[in-house]
């Protein structure tokens, strides 16, 4: 009964995880990828305000205008790019939005490469629409960091799209504005198109984010409210598409979508104009908690080998503990109540790592390494 293309997609373990953490008692979460603060309060405010103006209709599927000017003004404030709103369009989540670059690029048997580790759900999106994945192994040795030529290997005649995410899950890791440059004429002197998943733009420690929409208009660029604003339940996000693509992905958008909540769109708008200092507050919590693992993980004796610059995750090497990952990540949930990620979950180069989500308030980060210091001092390497 069950189609082909969904037999193939993977589970995502790490809500997996969350399942099974749910079901036990006293866990602390260190497996999701869901920010803890609140949005900011004039977000709220906005949508409880049009929710009550009686903004609950469908809207055009490409998003409100008000919507899609604030968010080229975002460009142009963040990163002095120039973005007509013509070339926006408003999703439900960047998840959408990936589907919509998917199927607007790829067809059946073309090449989608991305690195591995990648986001879990990648290769899933390129299955979804008949695509094959090609991957770019990430090195720890190089701080996981993308090398174009390790990406020129992995393009072929076939090769539609390069999928790309910076700051990156699982690993953590900024891309230079150099390296997406270059990623960028690789990807037109192959006929290829960047798709580049910038969601955790905002939330970078030790580095700028630059956008690919600095190099090139010709990429597909994905973002969203979730992660910066802390409001992954909201469901709102949007892709930039170059002027070629903007009328294939606004009919796909509104065949497949119709259009994003109507009310949560002004809210949408508010959210983009929160006043940076937020950010910045909300950035250095992120930057304390993450050195408090980085701290811990170097204490344990496990190789991280690098410093995650981004996001809220790092992917730290358990190979020299007893089993494999998957047995590490069963151990610390059922002696010490701490809830990892299968590194697997994100590729196979990381099938020997656990990934670590600094998401959660630095006392249950203590608390999370105090758990796991007791428990990794009775485990024989
Ligand atoms: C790299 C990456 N892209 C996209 C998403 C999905 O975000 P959204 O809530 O905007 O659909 C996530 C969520 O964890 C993610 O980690």
Not at 91 to 111: F, H, N, Q, R, Y
Not at 179 to 194: G, N
Not at 277 to 290: F, G, I, M, Q, S
């Amino acid at each position: 009964m069950v189609s082909e293309r969904a037999g193939d997609v993977t589970p995502f373990l790490a809500m997996d995880v969350l399942e099974r953490a749910n079901d036990t008692d006293d866990v602390i979460h260190l497996e999701v990828g869901e920010p803890d603060f609140d949005p900011p309060e004039r977000v709220t405010e906005t949508a409880v305000a049009s929710l009550r103006a009686g903004n609950t209709n469908y809207t055009a599927a490409r998003g409100k205008p008000a919507l899609r000017r604030a968010i080229a003004a975002h460009y142009d404030r963040t990163y002095g790019v120039d973005v007509d709103p013509d070339r926006i369009v408003v999703t439900p989540g960047s998840s959408p939005a990936l589907l919509l670059a998917m199927a607007a690029l790829v067809d059946p048997g073309d090449e989608v490469v991305l690195t591995d580790p990648h986001y879990a759900c990648y290769p899933n999106f390129v299955r979804t629409v008949g695509g094959r994945v090609e991957t770019v192994p990430l090195r720890p040795a190089e701080g996981f960091r993308p090398r174009v030529s390790a990406f020129e290997r992995a393009m072929g005649s076939e090769t539609r799209a390069l999928l790309l995410n910076s700051p990156a899950n699982p690993t953590g890791v900024v891309m230079s504005g150099g390296t997406l440059a270059d990623l960028a004429t690789l990807a037109a002197e192959h006929d290829a198109t960047p798709v580049v998943d910038e969601v955790y733009h905002g939330l970078a420690y030790d580095a700028e984010t630059h956008t690919m929409l600095e190099y090139t208009d010709d990429a597909v660029v994905l973002d969203g409210v979730s992660k910066r604003f802390a409001m992954t339940g909201w469901r709102l996000g949007w892709m930039v598409v170059p002027p070629a693509l903007v009328d294939a992905v606004n009919r796909l958008a509104q065949n497949l979508l119709i259009c994003a909540p109507n009310f949560v769109q002004d809210a949408g708008v508010a959210a983009l104009e929160t006043p940076p200092e937020r950010l910045d507050a909300v950035r250095e919590t992120y930057r304390e908690r993450r050195d408090l693992l980085v701290d811990a993980v170097a204490d344990w004796g496990l190789d991280l080998g690098y410093t995650p610059q981004g996001a809220y995750y790092l992917l730290a090497d358990v190979s020299d503990l007893p089993g494999d990952a998957l047995d590490v990540a069963d151990l610390f949930l059922e002696e010490a109540g701490v809830a990892v990620t299968p590194g697997v979950d994100f590729g196979d180069a990381a099938a020997d790592y656990l990934r670590f989500s600094y998401a959660t308030d630095a006392d249950a980060i203590r608390e999370a390494i105090d758990r796991l210091d007791d428990l990794l001092a009775t485990v024989e390497r």
